[in-house]
């Protein structure tokens, strides 16, 4: 499964979280929750700092947090290398 910034949003809105919501549980900043969701890969972190808050966010909605740091990261290293 590719996990990107719409399936997490899906996944999110299934749990009848706002992004508010998870922003405060997880400690991830609302903009970048939301450019997460949006797949800004341009406005993102660092890859450092955007493993740890993937794996963050992915314990909060339940899912793989390895699974998804993988497949997200996947598509921000290859946007990266577009650029």
């Not at 949003?9 to 997880?26: D, F, I, N, P, Y």
């Not at 992915?58 to 577009?82: M, N, P, Q």
């Given at each position: 499964?590719?996990?990107?910034?719409?399936?997490?949003?899906?996944?999110r809105?299934?749990?009848?979280?706002?992004?508010?919501?998870?922003?405060?549980?997880?400690?991830?900043?609302?903009?970048?929750?939301?450019?997460?969701?949006?797949?800004?890969?341009?406005?993102?972190?660092?890859?450092?700092?955007?493993?740890?808050?993937?794996?963050?966010?992915?314990?909060?909605?339940?899912?793989?947090?390895?699974?998804?740091?993988?497949?997200?990261?996947?598509?921000?290293?290859?946007?990266?290398?577009?650029?």
């Amino acid at each position: 499964v590719e996990i990107n910034g719409s399936l997490l949003k899906q996944v999110r809105m299934a749990r009848a979280l706002t992004v508010a919501q998870l922003a405060e549980r997880t400690r991830i900043g609302l903009k970048h929750l939301e450019n997460l969701e949006a797949d800004k890969y341009d406005v993102l972190p660092a890859t450092v700092y955007l493993r740890g808050m993937l794996m963050s966010l992915a314990r909060e909605l339940g899912l793989d947090g390895i699974a998804v740091c993988k497949s997200y990261l996947s598509f921000v290293d290859a946007h990266r290398a577009k650029h």
